[in-house]
């Protein structure tokens, strides 16, 4: 793959050396994202950062990710803000932004719309989520983090068992994870999610073409026991045709330390894209598991700097320039090592 000047729209675009070439340049990427150098290879460039969808952690890390290797960010963070609700088409967004920026990133609610916004644009884009489509991005990060989880147990993704658990129908980061782990050799799936909620049949023939084995279940009791890593979800109520329809499958699945402890090993790594669900009703992974040295997702988000600081440095061709922009950090800065997975 060559990602000089190109869209980032979906995992499809990646084979595996392309998914090896960002987590080589995201491990590049670590003394920035910790403070302990700054770079500014990429001042004077502009990113526009248009989230057209409620989004924390995506939007400010593609921003902060931008803003750390020396860019400025413009940023768009809701549709009323936007001219698309005086009916301007993505086209016109498209042609009138790429005129003002360097590259965007974009989500929207509506699976597609971030392609036909790239067809569009004169400079690259980056799928930031489009509707229950894809989410390539947090793909990468969370494939990054099974790998980091995984080699601090002196093993690889290669032959792993995942369970995948909640929402697999409307959930994005699990349709573009589940592609990209194609890319890999005989990987055990354990999908747990109500049937009405299951993931598409696509999705799932191509997870078996490719080799892998993949079981479904409906007692998460069951599918979390023998495996490596647990993936949960949210319900993804914004997907549902009312509110009333996705609060009969909040709750169906609560991970915690109890059903931990009495279902999975002891090294079982527990991950979520998040944001998780912390209403009563939902709770689909327990706060009580916060102190357990297995819960990746803290580790998930921070690897999201990383990856995203990939992506910009390869797609704007300056990930052999990055060190020589490179400068001590003046201000004073404490607790920025993030934690590392347990050995
Ligand atoms: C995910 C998304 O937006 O698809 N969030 C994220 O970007 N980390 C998952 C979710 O919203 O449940």
Known sequence: MDFVGSHIISVDQFDREAADRVFAVADRMRPYANRQRITRVLQGAILSNMFFEPSTRT?????????????????????????????ESLYDTARVLSGYSDIIVMRHPESGSVAEFAEASRVPVINGGDGPNEHPSQALLDLYTMRTEMAAQARTLDGMTIALVGDLRYGRAVHSLCKLLCLYDQVKLHLIAP????????????????????????????????????????????????????????????????????????NTVIMHPLPRD?????????????????????????NGMLVRMALFALVLDVVDEVDNHAQPVTWFTSKRLPDSPPQ
């Open 59 to 87: 939007r400010v890390s593609f921003g902060s990710a931008f803003n750390l290797l020396g860019g400025e960010v413009r940023e768009t963070s809701e549709v009323k803000a936007s001219s698309l609700t005086k009916g």
């Open 195 to 266: 049937p009405e909620l299951s993931i598409p049949e696509e999705i799932e023939k191509k997870l078996v073409a490719d080799g892998h084995q993949v079981e479904t279940f409906i007692d998460m009791a069951k599918g979390i026991s023998d495996v490596d890593i647990i993936y949960v979800t949210r319900t993804q109520e914004e997907r549902f045709p009312s509110p009333e329809d996705a609060d009969r499958y909040k709750g169906l699945f609560r991970l915690n330390q109890t059903i931990y402890t009495q279902n999975c090993a002891p």
């Open 278 to 302: 912390s209403r009563e009703q939902a709770q689909e992974l327990d706060d009580d598991l916060n102190q357990n040295p297995n819960l990746a997702i803290f580790r998930q988000t921070d």
